[in-house]
């Protein structure tokens, strides 16, 4: 499932439970390679494979239409449904967080949230891989 090794892969569930607590409406939440392969989950949803396969089809148009508009890298897409929402935020350039939400969720609060945690499993992914961190903040 996982392409890092098991104790960074723990370390990024940690963190998407955290992330979890400081946003209680956030009803799952993904952390997912850029091309689509599942690197830890804390979601009741079983269809994780599937969501991380839609994020990185997503993903792949996001970029194309940032960089084609001039806007540089990518950083995070908002999709409002009528149910809620599902964010996507850049965690380095390797991997991606991908968050469920609630209709109700304060999206200001959703941002801020998710980009300090989309830092934090940047900087996991580049240790467990070996990268010296030089990512700034996001956003």
Known sequence: MSTVPAE?????LAELRRLRARVPQLTGALAA???GLVLAQ??????AESVAALTAAALGVAQRL??????GG???LLVRGELGYVATYAAGEAAVLTLIAEPR???GR???EARRSSLRISELIDLTLGRRTSAAPQG
């Open 33 to 35: 390679s850029a091309d």
């Open 105 to 107: 969720v304060n999206v």
């Open 74 to 76: 990518f950083r995070e």
């Open 66 to 71: 940032s960089d084609s508009t001039g806007q």
């Open 8 to 12: 960074a892969e723990a370390e990024i």
């Open 42 to 47: 804390d979601s009741a949803a079983a269809e």
């Open 110 to 112: 959703l941002h801020l």
